[in-house]
């Protein structure tokens, strides 16, 4: 069953607001996000990739409506999502990110902090409260007997963990991670992400995931979104993706990522440029085309939109020459 | 052995440490390594395993309570611990300089990137001002920064970031050093500007002969630039040699599981490789080696014997790790062990349990 139905989802920020516009009558906007689509089904993991500013995060924040779209429908368990109080919202879909020094309460123990979780959306009765939390820690690879600590007394690694069993304790149906290991070492990073991957079929969870490491990616996800200036480029099955890429965005970006292998002798596709700034870009025609290595005349006047590559719906692609 | 040319850099045992009220730091300890003219050395290692210290030593940066204690640092067969700041000063820029990673935090805001390269120059040559100019556009030419003359005009905030890098690296390269010195240069840069960096250095490597030492946490990055490589774990460059023939036949246990964690978007699989445990306090090592208690083939002696640098493959591929004992020692190495000791010690630990299991070794996680 589909959990989180996204269509047609647009998100500009005003640039020139208030005194200023008045004084210049200029009314520019910072389009981060532009008329994106994409579903996630129950207990799927879903990994948004992109390079930075492409508009990741700010896609799956108003798709959950932590900032208000401009425009697009979300339907969240066949519900417009706008109809869901937001207390009903968090309990259902879970945030963790990548730096939690910022989500940590300091001056609370680590214990408290996943109790008044608990509490606040009623999971467990009061006198089960404990043995959910200690519950949840070992789930995380914690310590129960460390619960009385306050953040300041882990590591990086293990604050992840903490806020991941601080998500998971109001039973969501959806878990939503940006970036949350993108500040840790490798070794630290491959502990917390197979720990992930076992809570979420454990509690069988949706997992939305963003990220620009494409490694991790690769190894995460069911399906991918490949993001370029606010758009979804190329759609579908990870593995099939990874191993055909069509759009010349994603080869371009797959082929770019360095490989921890010096046996292959691979030809890097180097762009040109770097990544425009998102404000009022054309309407019409392809983002990508200003840097694109095959793009012609027609990309910049062309509509577009995510199509079945040969047929195949699992794997799409916004490209007119595919 | 090397396709190199004569060696440039030759670090031998050296040790720095960090005097603190509760004990020494031991930031780096006992590490040999030898740069070659000409050649791109990468040093990988996970965060606070000495990477950036060891640059900082090669450049004389270290400042209280940091002291080198030990060993030699050999350039062009000058020893560089024993030069004087001002005698340092001269060899910075000109024979050796250093870029980072923050290009943006390390260029003045409040002038141009032409008035800093000029500074650059006039502090290093004897060039007249004219000349200077030309030799900046010339620079940022090389760099394939469009339209240099116009360029040396902006500010560093009017650059992004891949291009402020470059605009690091012009200054850099000002006086032709034949040493670079590069602290993850491209780690903030997102991977298609980053593929436009590596292309660039290689390139510039190809053109002028300088040899660089990468400080890099990405293996990606190692394996497609780099000639040699060192991999450091705990103040200790653990294994160093060629990257071809590391990555195809790593020899020490750190070095085999540190290549193994490393997701690739080639990898097909659901599962992550991960070294349990974590790295031991720099201020309380352990006796022994210092891998230990993450190591799957630790043996007896290994918490007895710290182990000096073995050759196990000529004299330009070294491991230090007692697996290789009675392989020859390195000559640079101040610890060998006192007492011979065999190979065929039973490990004293089972196998490291798979990840997802217990709950108690991942615990030990993270420095509390």
């Not at chain 2, 720095?16 to 590490?31: E, I, M, P, R």
């Not at chain 2, 080696?289 to 493959?313: D, I, L, N, W």
Request: proline fraction near 6%; charge should be negative.
């Amino acid at each position: 069953m589909t959990l989180l139905e996204v269509n047609g989802l647009t998100k500009h920020f005003p640039l020139d607001t208030g005194f200023l516009m008045n004084l210049t009558g200029r009314d520019r906007k910072v389009q981060a996000v532009n008329g994106i689509d994409f579903a996630v089904e129950e207990g799927e993991a879903f990994t948004l990739v992109g390079e930075s500013g492409c508009g990741k995060s700010t896609a799956i924040m108003s798709a959950l409506h932590h900032q208000t779209p401009t425009a697009g429908e979300v339907t969240f368990k066949g519900h417009d999502i706008a109809s869901y109080s937001k207390k009903k919202l968090r309990s259902e879909a879970q945030l963790i990110y990548q730096d939690q020094q910022d989500t940590l309460n300091p001056k609370m123990s680590v214990g408290e902090a996943i109790a008044e979780a608990i509490r606040f959306h009623d999971v467990v009765p009061e006198e089960r409260v404990d043995e959910r939390v200690d519950d949840l820690l070992n789930r995380v690879g914690i310590a129960p007997g460390d619960k009385r600590q306050k953040p300041s007394a882990f590591s990086g690694g293990q604050k992840q963990r903490i806020a991941i069993a601080r998500a998971l304790a109001v039973d969501p149906s959806l878990l939503v991670a940006d970036e949350p290991v993108s500040g840790l070492d490798v070794s630290v990073q491959a502990q917390i992400l197979n720990r992930l991957m076992d809570l979420q079929e454990e509690f069988g969870l949706a997992l939305v995931y963003v990220t620009h490491n494409l490694g991790i990616a690769r190894k995460i996800s069911d399906k991918i979104g490949v993001m370029y200036l606010g758009n979804i480029v190329e759609y579908g099955d990870v593995d099939e993706i990874f191993q055909n890429p069509q759009h010349p965005y994603t080869q371009a970006l797959l082929s770019a990522n360095p490989v921890p292998d010096p046996s292959i002798d691979r030809d890097r596709i180097v762009l040109e440029g770097s990544i425009p700034d998102p404000i009022d870009i054309d309407e019409v025609g392809c983002h990508f085309a200003p840097r694109c290595p095959e793009a012609s005349e027609e990309c910049t006047t062309s509509e577009m939109g995510l199509e079945p590559f040969e047929g195949d719906s699992s794997h799409q692609v916004d490209c007119i020459y595919r | 052995m090397n396709a190199h040319g004569d060696p440039l850099l030759d670090i031998d045992g050296i040790s720095t440490h960090f005097q603190t009220a509760s004990g020494a730091v031991k930031a780096l300890d006992d590490n040999s390594l030898t740069v070659h003219e000409g050649e791109i050395v990468g040093i990988v290692g996970e965060s606070g395993s000495g990477k950036s210290t060891l640059l900082r030593t090669i450049m004389g940066l270290i400042e209280e309570p940091g002291e080198v204690v030990n060993g030699s640092i050999e350039y062009r067969g000058r020893d560089l611990t024993t030069l004087s700041d001002e005698e340092l000063r001269q060899l910075r820029g000109n024979d050796i300089s250093l870029i980072f990673q923050e290009p943006t935090s390390h260029l003045n805001p409040a002038y141009t990137v032409g008035d800093q390269i000029t500074d650059v120059l006039k502090a290093h040559t004897e060039m007249e001002e004219v000349e200077r100019w030309e030799r900046t556009y010339e620079l940022l030419d090389l760099l394939d920064i469009p339209s240099p003359e116009d360029r040396a005009e902006s500010y560093p905030h009017e650059f992004s970031g891949g291009m402020a890098q470059r605009v690091c690296i012009a200054m850099a390269l000002a006086c032709q050093p034949d040493l670079l010195l590069a602290d993850e240069p491209t780690s903030a840069l997102d991977v298609t500007i980053q593929a436009q960096i590596l292309d660039l250095l290689q390139e510039l490597q190809d053109e002028l002969g300088v040899a660089i030492v990468w400080v890099t946490h990405d293996m990606g990055v190692v394996a497609e630039t780099c000639d040699t490589m060192g991999v450091m774990y705990a103040g200790n460059i653990v294994e160093y040699g060629d990257v071809d023939d590391i990555f195809a036949e790593p020899k020490h246990p750190y070095t085999e599981a540190l290549l193994d964690t490393v997701p690739s978007h080639t990898d097909e699989g659901d599962r992550f490789d991960t070294i349990e445990g974590s790295p031991p306090d720099l201020q309380n090592l352990p006796q022994g080696c210092v891998f230990q208690e993450r190591c799957p083939k630790a043996m007896e002696s290994c918490s007895t014997h710290r182990p000096p640098y073995y050759e196990v493959g000529g004299d330009d591929w070294l491991a230090k790790c007692l697996l290789h004992d009675g392989q020859p020692t390195h000559p640079s190495s101040t610890s060998a062990p006192e007492t011979d000791l065999s190979i065929d010690e039973a490990p004293n630990r089972d196998e490291t349990t798979s990840d997802g299991g217990t709950v108690v070794d991942e615990a030990l996680e993270g420095k509390r």
